[in-house]
Each structure stands twice: as C-alpha cells, then as structure tokens.
C-alpha cells in the first residue's frame, strides 16, 4: 500500500517500474511514466497526463491491469497519453485491462488525449467519461461488454483496430 503518492509519484521524468505483483494507491499520485510487466495490478485511481506527453508502457509475459480507472489530470496545454502495449500474451487476449472509470479530473481544463500504440490489446472494462479523443495508431482498443462510454467519444483509427466485445452496448 501506498498511502503518500507524490513520494512514489513518477511527476515529470521519472520513471516508475512495477515488474508483477499488486501496488494498491491509498491516495491519487501522478503516475505519468509507467511500464507495467508481467502481471502488474494498479489498484487506486492515479491522476495522469500533468506533465508533457506521458507514457505507460505494458510490457513482459503475462496481461496487466489497472483496477480503479484512471483519472486525467488538467493541464497548461494539449497533451497526449501514450498507452503502448507489447503482445504479452501472444494471442487476441487482452494485454493490458482498464477496470473501472477513465474521466476528466475537471474536464473544462482537461488537455489530454489518449493514443494507443504497440501490437498489443487493451481491453477497457468500465466507464470511459472523459472528453478528449482516443487515437488508435496499432494494436486493438477492446471495448467489453460492460464498458461503457458517453455517446460522444471521438475514437480515430490511424493504423490499428478498434473492436466490441459481444453484446456490448455503448
């Protein structure tokens, strides 16, 4: 458990490495320049996207996850979020899973647009509420079936696959 997270906090360019295992925030942290491997579990709601461009890389054997959503932060100018995803598990299974809610911190100063990179899969298991766009460069953006999202979502395809899991209503 991590209860202050600026301590642990990956604020401008540090980088945070969670190699397996559960880290379980008891307060939000900026958690900007991340690699997940094999397995990692982020439980909590780290706020992201204050510094320029971060960037979460999954990476290793096994699929990781982050189970409480995660929270744009605001920020002085347009940013985008990079979620770059290996093919951990070799096949069309999820890489990497988002449970909970995606949503603005305070969405009229919200800057911060999310781009999918790598051949691997995301899978989004919960609300997606926040405003600005999703680009997806390679790899898939899984929307499951109890995911949902505003309606209002602008989702680019720039080179990957944009995909819905059976019976999902969005």
Not at 29 to 52: K, R
Not at 106 to 132: F, L
Request: with cysteine.
């Amino acid at each position: 458990n991590v209860r202050n997270g600026h301590v642990f906090s990956s604020y401008n360019s540090q980088s945070v490495l969670v190699r397996g295992g559960a880290i379980n925030f008891i307060n939000s942290s900026y958690l900007n320049f991340v690699t997940l491997e094999d397995g990692a579990v982020i439980t909590g709601a780290p706020y992201l996207g204050y510094t320029s461009n971060p960037e979460w890389k999954i990476r290793g054997s096994s699929p990781s996850y982050v189970q409480n959503g995660l929270i744009l932060s605001e920020g002085p100018d347009n940013r985008t979020m990079t979620i770059n995803v290996a093919d951990v598990t070799g096949n069309e299974e999820p890489d990497f899973v988002i449970g909970g809610t995606m949503k603005d911190l305070n969405s009229s100063q919200v800057r911060v647009s999310i781009k999918k990179t790598g051949a691997g899969t995301v899978a989004i298991d919960g609300k997606c509420t926040y405003s600005k766009p999703t680009y997806i460069d390679d790899g898939v953006w899984l929307i499951r079936s109890n995911a949902t999202t505003d309606g209002t979502k602008t989702i680019s395809l720039r080179g990957g696959t944009l995909a819905r899991a059976d019976s999902t209503t969005n």
